[in-house]
């Protein structure tokens, strides 16, 4: 918007949001949305039946973020939470039907350039055996019992020592 006040001239910037980048995976029970976010501020997400709303401030520069998702399916809003940490915001969204497959995140079909699929994290849980099945239900028991936000495990795995190749050989010191 510009005005002109005398021979000045004022021209008054409203903040323009832009989308945070963002990606995310399907499971059985639910969906996970991690916003790529490094040192956010001030984050809020909204969580509604058909919606995932998601603002903040990034960046040592305070840039404005802000994502409106028309979810695929229905959630379970009370059920939903979500977790801050140094690189990004992690959101947990309880399906209100467990057990349907979402082949995409949003209603609408169209590509969104800030959104792409979490394929480190991804799993084609449809064709699970019994045993997988019950290592998931382990998995949720755990979320279920999660507090607020504060409360999200640690999802990454890389603290584990299980996590070492058993076929990896202790290197020699170098002379």
């Known amino acids: 918007m510009v005005l002109r006040s005398s021979n000045l001239l004022h021209v008054f910037c409203f903040p323009f949001r832009h989308p945070a980048t963002a990606k995310w995976y399907d499971r059985r029970d639910s969906v996970f949305i991690e916003f790529c976010v490094a040192d956010s501020k001030d984050v809020k997400v909204n969580f509604d039946k058909t919606k995932c709303g998601f603002s903040c401030l990034g960046g040592t520069d305070n840039v404005k973020h802000e994502n ?50 979490d394929f480190n994290n991804w799993k084609d849980w449809e064709d699970d055996s019994d045993e997988e099945i019950g290592n998931f239900d382990q998995f949720s028991d755990m979320m279920n019992n999660m507090g607020g936000e504060d409360d999200l495990p640690d999802l990454d795995g890389a603290d584990d020592d299980e996590s070492a190749d058993s076929d990896d050989e202790k290197m020699p010191d170098l002379e």
């Open 68 to 117: 409106q998702i028309d979810l695929f399916e229905a959630i379970d809003e009370n059920e939903c939470k979500h977790k801050r940490t140094d690189r990004s915001v992690l959101c947990y969204l309880r399906k209100a039907e467990p057990g349907k497959a979402w082949p995409r995140l949003t209603k609408e079909k169209a590509k969104l350039s800030w959104l792409s699929v």
